[in-house]
């Protein structure tokens, strides 16, 4: 394959991912256990405009290393279009969940994992830094965000 696009700037990029955030259905979410034993599931989330929503069963996997250690690192699905969100998770459960957050799950999705039988827990994750790059050529850019800021 032949690269002929020019890199993208940051702000473009920044814009570029924030669409993504919006319009994407699925993103992956990788967590850890205490021994350090990696977890790796697709989620379905929500995009808030400052943090990732999302929600798994309070007993599986991802639902309790997301509670107990609060670090994931996020990845939307594209390799040739990466987009990574290193972040801090926030657990809710069912009850004490922000109802404009459900709501606004229950649009997108038309599911609300509340009404299911099995427990849901929710997550809000708090992005601290963002990458985000097409290919080799927009490696030395590709930092969006660090310590909880846009730099770009």
């Known amino acids: 394959m032949k690269i002929t696009v020019p890199p993208r700037g940051p702000e473009e990029r920044k814009r570029d ?21 990696p977890c790796l599931v697709p989620l379905w989330f929500l995009w808030d405009g400052r943090s990732v929503w999302l929600s798994t069963r309070a007993t599986n996997p991802t639902g309790r290393n997301l509670s107990a250690g609060r670090r994931t690192r996020l990845a939307l699905a594209d390799t040739r279009d990466v987009v990574l969100i290193d972040g801090e998770a926030t657990a809710f459960t ?12 229950h649009a997108k999705y038309g599911w609300d994992p509340r009404e299911d039988r099995a427990p849901y ?20 850019q590709r930092h969006l965000m660090r310590d909880g800021a846009w730099v770009a």
């Not at 924030?18 to 699925?26: F, G, I, S, V, Y």
């Not at 708090?126 to 030395?140: D, F, G, K, T």
């Open 121 to 140: 827990s929710f997550f809000r994750v708090r992005p601290l830094a963002v990458q985000a790059w097409h290919e080799v050529r927009e490696l030395p």
């Open 17 to 37: 991912v924030l669409a993504r955030l919006e319009r994407e259905l699925d993103i992956w979410v990788a967590s850890a256990d205490a021994d350090g034993l």
């Open 94 to 105: 069912a009850q004490d969940v922000p109802a404009d957050a459900v709501e606004a799950f």
